[in-house]
């Protein structure tokens, strides 16, 4: 197996794609818990790969049980009519789990056994695969001798968010008028691949090079779409039924909690930098320096009045001790999140969590 450099990371596939690398990666993680991003990561390679002009086969494993004997065998079994191959995993949690103990997470016989034979791994054999969690944890990395590129594609910071979203519009031609801008970058979460696919439906939908606010509300954001603007607007303005009304609405608890601790966060934070300014400049805040640090400087003046508006509503009854109250909360509410797979049982610890949350907000 030909040496790499360790651990080469990108923070999302079109900072990979975009360093042309010379030669594919042998080995590549994608960690996220977006699937569309890590669709394009393995269509680069394909596209990459015929390029090449070698005949290749491209085998997926799904994380089903019964698969790692056949992925040993591709690894490391040469074959004669294709020799050339490409192993794409969808789903590394589940897939790696056979190479650790159950009980002590800790490595296994199999774990052994494939990072023994890991010098006999094929310069024709690719491996891409996606741990489908925000974090890996160290011991995958191991398997693989610490020897693979990652992209851990992570939510983007508010002074991201704008940089971004130019940046995908700039490489498809595309333009996009700056409330519509605003519209997105408030609404669609703030990753790449939530981006990359908002702005392929965009296209698709439209087939135009230019949109403006009515094509992003109507494409992205139909009345049947959760809101999750709206979900956090609804908890700070301490709406309780009307909030409750928009979390029966979902479907996914598990894919779309997250979504919303995050915008909740967000908020917290937002106000917690507003109350700060508050307190500094004695009420006279300045607002080109508040907008700069939250990441807000580029958006329309219509939008900074709404959102200074709102912060400075919801400042009056959010003090300090509640907003470090409502932080606990939401920590303890991912921590439930990223490790409560019982799905039922983790919508009744939500509903208490944000039943204990809208208390804090009345004191």
């Avoid at 958006?299 to 959102?307: A, E, N, Q």
Wanted: aromatic residues 14%; glycine residues 4%; proline residues 3%.
């Amino acid at each position: 197996m030909a040496k790499e450099k360790k651990n080469i990371e990108f923070s999302n596939f079109i900072e990979f794609r975009d360093s042309k690398p010379e030669v594919l990666p042998k080995i590549l993680c994608f960690i996220s818990q977006d699937s569309f991003e890590f669709e394009q990561v393995v269509d680069y390679y394909r596209e990459q790969m015929k390029l090449m002009g070698e005949a290749f086969e491209g085998i997926v494993f799904t994380g089903e049980s019964g698969e790692v004997d056949s992925f040993f065998s591709h690894v490391f079994t040469p074959d004669m009519f294709f020799p050339t191959k490409l192993l794409i995993i969808k789903s590394g949690i589940q897939f790696f789990k056979p190479f650790f103990s159950a009980a002590s997470k800790k490595p296994n016989d199999l774990f052994q056994n494939f990072t023994h034979q890991l010098p006999q791994f094929s310069d024709k054999v690719y491996i891409v695969f996606h741990y489908d969690n925000w974090e890996m944890p160290a011991g995958v990395k191991k398997l693989f001798n610490n020897e693979l590129t990652v992209i851990h594609s992570k939510n983007f910071y508010s002074n991201q968010t704008r940089q971004n979203l130019e940046r995908l519009l700039r490489q498809d031609e595309l333009t996009m008028s700056t409330d519509a801008m605003d519209e997105f970058i408030h609404r669609v979460p703030a990753n790449m691949g939530s981006y990359m696919k908002s702005i392929q439906k965009l296209r698709v939908y439209l087939n135009k090079k230019k949109f403006d606010l009515e094509d992003v509300q109507n494409i992205l954001f139909s009345r049947t779409t959760i809101n999750y603007n709206d979900i956090a607007n609804l908890f700070f303005q301490n709406r309780r039924a009307e909030f409750f009304k928009e979390i029966t609405k979902i479907t996914d608890m598990r894919a779309e909690l997250g979504i919303i601790l995050i915008k909740l966060l967000d908020r917290l934070n937002e106000l917690r930098i507003y109350r700060i300014f508050n307190k500094k400049f004695h009420g006279q805040i300045p607002e080109d320096e508040l907008f700069q640090v939250l990441g807000m400087q580029a958006y329309s003046s219509g939008r900074k009045y709404h959102i200074k508006k709102e912060l400075v509503s919801e400042s009056r009854y959010l003090k300090d001790k509640t907003i470090e109250v409502l932080y606990n909360y939401l920590i303890d509410l991912n921590l439930k999140h990223k490790f409560n797979s019982d799905n039922d049982g983790l919508k009744l610890v939500v509903k208490q969590k944000f039943l204990n949350m809208f208390a804090s907000l009345e004191h």
